[in-house]
């Protein structure tokens, strides 16, 4: 039952031991990337073991094995994949792809899986505060650069304080009914949930606001464009995509497996938060000349819209979020995907307008970042635009209208900035880092990296095929709930 | 007597003051660490206090975890900080501003 | 009756309280206060002050005590499970080595890695 679990934590220390004398760190991402494979195999092999026996869902009142459990740890160990492969040639040239930097990666990847598995309070605390813990080094593992070091110090506050308020709210819903285990706990607050005291109602939104932080949802975001433009261009594709799908996981975990019979509650929190964030993300990434800071309020923007799935708590409607966050995590991915390839040696990617006229040198390299831009935006027939469209009949399906207008009117808006990009790549010129050195062009590639360079046209690609061909991935987020 | 309720409204005081002292501090990073040891020693009050009413081991374990995890953080928070100092020589909270959010 | 039982409580706070204060006062009202300059500045060593007393600690001491904290709380899930070690079978036994080991690891790394040596 823990063998994914254990081969992540075996291949974690086996890293960190021989990073000590080894210094090669394309060996060290080949031995990571091969445990985390081993990993999906190992989860794919123990699901479809336990779905022929029908075995029990639950072990013991601590650990899932249930669909939920599956999906996310599959989607954590692919997207985990994908980041350390397309990380590699970046962290060797940015000198910290040390045995710490692979073995932290991997102690984070536990800490996920944990928590997609947490079937009790004390479990789901161990996997936060494990991923959690390993990201605040990452995100200082340029122990040289300033910016990096203050972004860390500040995730790492942001960082104490959701977990601290997490758990007073646990500690709340824990006085109240005497339970830490998920199922039991679930049952009690179905009998109790008309009825509910102060103490209930005081614990579900303290543990509302710690998640809330942890996703980086308005008006608790505002660590995520900092920690986006501070942290090293792999650790910040990583908590804009692996530890997104934690943090959702955890959210699944708490709102659906725990806190769902107290929906009175929390709705109207989560629709409030959900709207916040559409509206703070699309309106601030405007004004964005930063690339990492544009895709940070661009992420925002995205869990607004994912929380608006959630706000009515039905089956279909986490399966759409499900399904949402699939769409946005593949976008963002073959975004950072592009920019990773590009990262030359005399300068870094950092403002938008560093990309000017992509498309005259690297014309793939601008059609994939094109295909993530219009599908984040919500282009058809890219797969975001598939997302955003199952939610928007999700909420005029529920009557609430209101939502689905503004909603659409937001993406509107937020259309702007992406397409910006758009014609950033495609319309304008080249322009030259330095007026003394004219042949240096800022869109320039870092190395000649097919692994990487196929990745990228993979996950690229499929946003497209996804795009055309929804049903099949639809119809999976639907049966996992 | 002192019952429960006062153990959940010392707890509660601390949380506040160590929440407060988060949002407010000005000066030191070492202070910021502090509040955040602060807040997690408020919800292991809580959890005590809980186990006690209750009659459950549970909480009190609850709360073994929750020590070891605030020594991991305080760990992490404290190595992040010698790194700060290193390029600093100063613990002021006044020089993050190179990130504006 | 139950107040009663707090009393040498109070009376303890009340005393230790006392002692700190009266002394710290006495001084502060008693003592012939005649200040002049050689009394006010600092001294060392016959000199000038050369520079403040508030010099930051050696870098060292917060590595030692990065690594004491984590150690030292690890070491707090022995306690418990020596109390409860006949009732928990020996799954609670090897658990609790398969932890020590994960510890271990660690030692290890932070030994290899100077971590240790102080210069």
Known sequence: MWIPEGIVLLAAIIILLTGLRLKNAKLLAGLARFSLLLTMLATILIKTYSWKHHLDTLISELWFMDHIAFVMKLTIEITAWFVLGLGVHYTQHEDIGSGEYYALTLFAVLGMLIVASAAHFMVLFVGLELFSLAIYALVASQCHISIGIEAAIKYFVTGALASGLLLYGISLIYGATGQLAFVPLMQDLGV??????????????????????????????????????????????????????????????????????????????????????????????????????????????????????????????????????????????????????????????????????????????????????????????????????QIVQMLIEQQQIGYAITAMLLTIVGAYYYLRIIKVIYFDDLQPLDPAKPNIYPPALLAVQPTASIMAALCGGSLLFLGIFPAQLLQFCLQVF | MIGLSHYLSVSAIIFSISILGLMINHRNLITLLMCIELMLLAVSTNFIAFARYLHQPAGEVFVFLILAVAAAESAIGLAILVLWFRQHHSVDVEQLNRLKG | MLLKEYLPIVVFIALGIGFGLVPLLAGFLIAPSRPNKAKESPYECGFEAIETGRAPFDLRFYLVAILFILFDLETAFLFPWAVSLRKISSLGFFSMLFFLGLLLIGFLYEWCKGALEWE
């Open chain 1, 192 to 389: 109790i949930a008309n009825g509910h005291s102060l103490l209930i109602s005081f614990g579900v939104i303290c543990i509302l606001v710690g998640v809330a932080f942890k996703l980086g949802v308005a008006p608790f975001h505002m660590w995520v464009p900092d920690i986006y433009e501070g942290a090293p261009l792999s650790v910040m594709l990583w908590i804009a995509t692996t530890a997104k799908i934690a943090a959702f996981a955890i959210l699944v975990r708490l709102l659906w497996n725990v806190l769902a019979p107290l929906g009175s509650i929390w709705q109207p929190l989560v629709q409030f938060l959900a709207l916040l964030s559409i509206l703070v993300g699309n309106t601030a990434a405007i004004a964005q000349s930063n690339f990492q800071r544009m895709l940070a309020y661009s992420s925002i923007a995205h869990m607004g819209y994912l929380l608006l799935a959630v706000q009515l708590n039905t089956e279909s409607a986490w399966s759409v979020a499900l399904f949402y966050m699939l769409s946005y995590v593949i976008g963002t991915l073959t975004a950072v995907a592009v920019i990773l390839l590009l990262q030359h040696k005399h300068a870094h990617i950092k403002q938008i307008n560093d990309l000017c006229g992509l498309h005259q040198r690297h014309p793939w390299l601008a059609f994939i970042l094109l295909l993530a831009m219009f599908s984040l935006a919500g282009v058809p027939p890219l797969l975001g635009f598939m997302a955003k469209w």
